[in-house]
Nanobody
Framework: QVQLVESGGGLVQAGGSLRLSCVAS????????MRWYRQAPGEQRELVAT???????NYADSVKDRFTISRDNVKNTVYLQMNSLRPDDTAVYYC?????????????WGQGTQVTVSS
């Protein structure tokens, strides 16, 4: 059974920091590209950050220079370090794992964790 279990969300004041974690089980973690998505009130789901199975990271323009995605393949965990948080970072954050082989994609999702940034 595949599970992605998130933690680290909460309430923080503008300018503060949070670190989200997502622990994966039931997959060969090192083979998967890992992503963080978020869905803010009144907005569509958006891709926040990606870290590939090879360790290459990229970010949405809105979070560049503030957020850092990383992974620990020994702990089967992907992290999102969020600094200089703004009220418009308020959203439910979702962990996603994807692997494509022979043109077929397997994708799994976490349950989501709420991040609320107050002004």
């Amino acid at each position: 059974q595949v599970q992605l279990v998130e933690s680290g969300g909460g309430l923080v004041q503008a300018g503060g920091s949070l670190r989200l974690s997502c622990v994966a089980s039931g997959i060969t973690f090192s083979m998967y590209d890992m992503r963080w998505y978020r869905q803010a009130p009144g907005e569509q789901r958006e891709l926040v950050a990606t870290i590939t199975s090879g360790g290459f990271a990229n970010y949405a323009d809105s979070v560049k220079d503030r957020f850092t995605i990383s992974r620990d393949n020994v702990k089967n965990t992907v992290y999102l370090q969020m600094n200089s948080l703004r009220p418009d970072d308020t959203a439910v954050y979702y962990c996603n794992a994807e692997r494509t082989r022979w043109s077929r994609t397997n994708a799994y999702w976490g349950q989501g964790t709420q991040v609320t940034v107050s002004s």
